[in-house]
């Protein structure tokens, strides 16, 4: 059976808490399926992990990350001497017929330890170097790296498309980005989207099972709920929830309506016309509960995975169009609204959906339809057809 090693030095794949955590989980829930499939992954990680995944897997190696000066060793992992001598000791004892990497960083490391036979795969989340403009913005990004952090991120990425053997993009945009500005090979690249983080079911929206999810969460049973969630340490995400709380919801005057939070690491509290629930840990719970959804993104990368949530469970929904970025399958006003960012019209919008009961309606149904593009099968059907004709191309 074909060895497959999966890397991902800074965050946990086997009990995700964000969209590319809950990707590579899915990842894995695939593979574990078809191959012989081991894990290297934060030592900060352990004992946290979905048991059952990780029994299946062939093994799980922790890595031990660097914090200098109280930083994260993210952007720096090819400088951990814990990383490289970690994957020297792995690729020693196992040969690995394929090695994929998570983010860019890190692999540069990869490439120089891995054996010769490893193919190398890069499983690209997004631009990375387009999010590093946004991450560097947060006071707690090192001062001294900003001046040069972009440049730092493009020439990063950029020589590690070259030294991949395969690219795997979340959408058509990433490829023709990194056909233009990198030059890549189209024929390197690899779509394949995300699929949802929950599995895939039907469930019509009544009466009845609004009221049972609103009564478990303790939200009011008689008010039109507008719902966000996301990791708050993801800065797009943060300066989603910043909109909302700063923006959004003091323009909204209308006492029916009521904005709920929830994510990993978001603050529990209840104020005007928000409700912030913190951690939810069955996210059904509040995708049932709510009347529609917002997604109030101005910045960030890749495929997000938040959305393809409220597609399985044709939630009605509203976003800016970098919000909506690499969803190519769903249709604007047909299946979801979308305005060009956050304004007035984007308010507008949520007064729009919450008074239109029948065009709620006809968003939901609309999305039950393509909620099949979707199915985890699929998913894992597309990862084994690519490995299978990586390690036998003439089959």
């Known amino acids: 059976m074909m060895n497959v090693l999966v890397v991902f030095p800074n965050g946990n794949i086997l009990n995700p808490h964000s969209g ?16 012989n499939v081991t894990i290297l992954h934060s030592i900060k990680s352990k004992g946290f992990e979905d048991n059952e995944l990780k029994k299946r897997c062939n093994q799980v190696i922790y890595v031990r990350n660097l914090s200098p000066f109280g930083l994260s060793d993210y952007y720096f ?7 490289f001598f970690k994957l020297y000791q792995i690729t020693r004892k196992i040969n690995f017929d394929i090695i994929m990497v998570a983010l860019p960083w890190g692999f ?26 946004v991450t560097s913005r947060d006071p707690r990004f090192p001062k001294f790296l900003k001046p040069f952090a972009k440049y730092f991120g493009k020439t990063y990425e950029k020589l590690v498309c070259k030294l991949a053997d395969i690219i795997i993009n979340l959408s058509e945009i990433d490829r023709d980005y990194y056909e233009q500005e990198y030059g890549i090979d189209r024929n390197k690249t690899i779509l394949i989207q995300n699929p949802s983080s929950l599995d895939h079911q039907n469930i019509e929206r009544s009466d009845s099972l609004r009221k049972q999810y609103r009564e478990k969460l303790k939200l009011p049973l008689n008010k039109t709920i507008v719902m966000f969630h996301g990791g708050m340490p993801h800065p797009p995400n943060r300066e989603a929830f910043e909109l909302i709380m700063n ?22 509290f209840r104020k005007d016309n928000i409700i ?3 951690f939810v840990s069955d996210l059904r719970d509040l995708l049932y509960a709510a009347d529609f959804a917002i997604v109030p993104l101005i910045s960030g990368v890749g495929m997000r995975i938040k959305c393809t949530d409220y597609i399985i469970t044709a939630l009605p929904f509203i976003t800016t169009k970098k919000g909506i970025e690499g969803i190519d399958f ?7 609204l979308v305005y060009d960012t956050v304004n007035n019209n984007f308010i507008n919008g949520i007064l729009k959906l919450h008074e239109d009961e029948e065009l709620r309606k006809k968003l939901h149904k609309n999305l039950i339809k393509k909620s099949n593009f979707l199915n985890k099968k699929k998913f894992e059907n597309r990862f084994k057809r690519l490995f299978d004709k990586i390690i036998n191309p003439n089959n």
């Open 330 to 336: 769903i249709k604007a006003d047909e299946d979801y």
């Open 108 to 133: 540069l490391t990869t490439k120089l330890v891995a054996k010769k036979k490893s193919i190398l795969v890069f499983d690209s989340q997004g631009i990375e170097s387009e999010l590093i403009k």
């Open 276 to 278: 912030s629930l913190g």
């Open 20 to 35: 590319l955590q809950t990707r590579f989980w899915n990842i894995n829930n695939a593979l574990v399926n078809h191959y």
């Open 77 to 83: 992992t090819d400088l951990n001497p814990f990383y």
């Open 247 to 268: 923006y959004i919801s003091p323009k909204i005057n209308n006492p029916d309506i009521i904005f709920a939070l929830a994510g990993y690491k978001v603050e529990k």
